[in-house]
């Protein structure tokens, strides 16, 4: 029986943990968790923002996620918008899901990522 989502990974090119890093860490506000030594040898970054973990991956032949992406909820997604907005982020609200306020937006490598509040009362 599933419980729950352990992470989401995403794929990114070789040598570009420290994009990710200022964007995971400085944009979205998530803190860069140890990998375990093995892991760590071949590359990428993971980040958590309470039970969410987001890993990047390193990938050679790497092609960003342009359809396929996680949904992230978000509390106070006004604000949060703006947090991206302030730190250089491009935000591209979709009005298409009932009952929620969302919005769309890339990391510096090109992997789509949705965020999303659900509105009061629904």
């Not at 491009?90 to 949705?114: C, I, Q």
């Amino acid at each position: 029986m599933l419980s729950a989502v352990d992470h989401v990974q995403l794929a990114a090119p070789p040598g570009s943990e420290d994009k990710l890093r200022a964007y995971y860490q400085g944009v979205l506000g998530m803190t860069e968790i140890s990998k375990p030594p093995v892991l760590a040898a071949r590359g990428g970054c993971w980040f958590a923002a309470g039970a969410v973990q987001l890993h990047l991956g390193v990938e050679e032949d790497f092609r960003p996620a342009r359809k396929a992406h996680p949904g992230l909820r978000v509390t106070g997604i006004e604000e949060y918008a703006g947090r991206l907005r302030e730190r250089g982020a491009d935000v591209v609200w979709d009005d298409n899901l009932p009952g929620h306020r969302r919005f769309y937006s890339h990391d510096p490598v090109g992997n789509r990522l949705e965020f999303l509040e659900p509105l009061p009362g629904d």
